[in-house]
């Protein structure tokens, strides 16, 4: 009797571990009051449901586990499973990555919904494979900028001149230069210090970025307008993911495909709510007219379209081509 209390004992021992056969364990580098660590906490419940608890998604915010610019070699290289960056962080490896960032380019949702899966997206995941990764999914997180200042708002060009400004990265400050300002590139987690500091007098962001990170609070002005889209995509080792039984493949692959699509409407209702929370806070916020964005458009669209095709010439125009369908 007491040998089969102890095999029963240690059967009951054995099923947890049996149950969770893969872990995931996914790096990125926003905070967890970010609308993108909800989209990914989503994911990780839709994976467990999918896959009965065989594959667990652990996830790890704001650089915990590694820096943002570690996070691409450290999932090559195996030390990790999957990880999330945003598009402009490929910089000059992938300047293709910067199409959605030019200025006033590509900002209609129904254009948005269409990207994941689409000829252009297929582009940029064979761009991110020739890298030693494989993407797995488009998270949308913006298509609503929100540049933030302290002493006056910025609402005409004129008002850019000699700012000092939190770029995105050498493509896209060329907008900023264009309108007279001064970039100065600086990681999300670094920009609130700056500010508060006066190391730089105006920051960019998204706006579901600028309450999450409380720029209300060293910010009393925000101009918001449509400039920019912006993706985290989340990609995985692609020796791990092959690895995997077929079934979990198709599971992650499915949720990954929901969770793309529940990005528009987390990131949508995101929006609309951080402009209200901002304003709650004091900010004072200044809506774009479509006059005003016709202004900013005409200033900013062009230099920075003719410094991306110069920067991808070999398939930037195709993949001008391709957005241009959506």
């Given at each position: 009797m007491l040998k089969l209390f102890a095999a029963i004992a240690a059967l009951a021992l054995a099923l947890p571990a049996a149950a969770q056969e893969v872990t995931m364990r996914i790096?990125?580098?926003v905070p967890t009051a970010h609308h993108l660590?909800?989209?990914l906490e989503g994911f990780a419940a839709d994976v467990k449901e999918r896959t009965k608890g065989q594959v667990a998604v652990q996830i790890f915010p704001a650089e915990q586990l590694h820096k943002a610019?570690?996070?691409h070699p450290a999932v090559a290289r195996g030390a990790i499973e999957a990880a999330l960056v945003v598009n402009q962080q490929w910089g000059g490896t992938i300047p293709e990555m910067n199409v959605v960032v030019i200025p006033y380019y590509f900002s209609e949702l129904e254009r948005i919904k269409r990207f994941p899966g689409s000829e252009a997206?297929?582009?940029?995941a064979k761009k991110v494979a020739e890298k030693g990764v494989r993407n797995l999914a488009w998270f949308y997180i913006t298509r609503q900028a929100i540049y933030t200042s302290g002493k006056k708002p910025i609402i005409e060009l004129a008002d850019f001149k000699g700012l000092k400004i939190r770029g995105f990265n050498k493509l896209t400050d060329t907008a900023l230069e264009a309108v007279g300002a001064a970039p100065s590139a600086l990681s999300g987690a670094e920009v609130y210090g700056a500010l508060q500091t006066g190391v730089l007098d105006a920051g960019l962001t998204d706006i579901s970025a600028a309450y999450s990170r409380r720029y209300y609070e060293?910010?009393?002005?925000?101009t918001v307008t449509p400039s920019l889209t912006v993706y985290f995509h989340m990609f995985v080792n692609p020796a791990w993911f092959d690895k995997l039984k077929p079934e979990h493949r198709a599971a992650l692959e499915a949720a990954a495909k929901k969770a793309e699509q529940d990005a528009v409407t987390i990131t949508e209702a995101t929006a609309a709510d951080a402009e209200k929370q901002l304003r709650a806070k004091g900010m004072q916020l200044h809506v774009h007219t479509p006059a005003e964005i016709a202004k900013w458009k005409a200033a900013m669209q062009k230099p920075v379209m003719d410094a991306f095709l110069k920067a991808a010439p070999q398939d930037g125009p195709k993949l001008?081509?391709?957005m241009n369908k959506l």
């Open positions: 790096s990125h580098q660590h909800k989209m610019a570690e996070n997206a297929n582009l940029l060293v910010q009393k002005f925000g001008i081509e391709l």
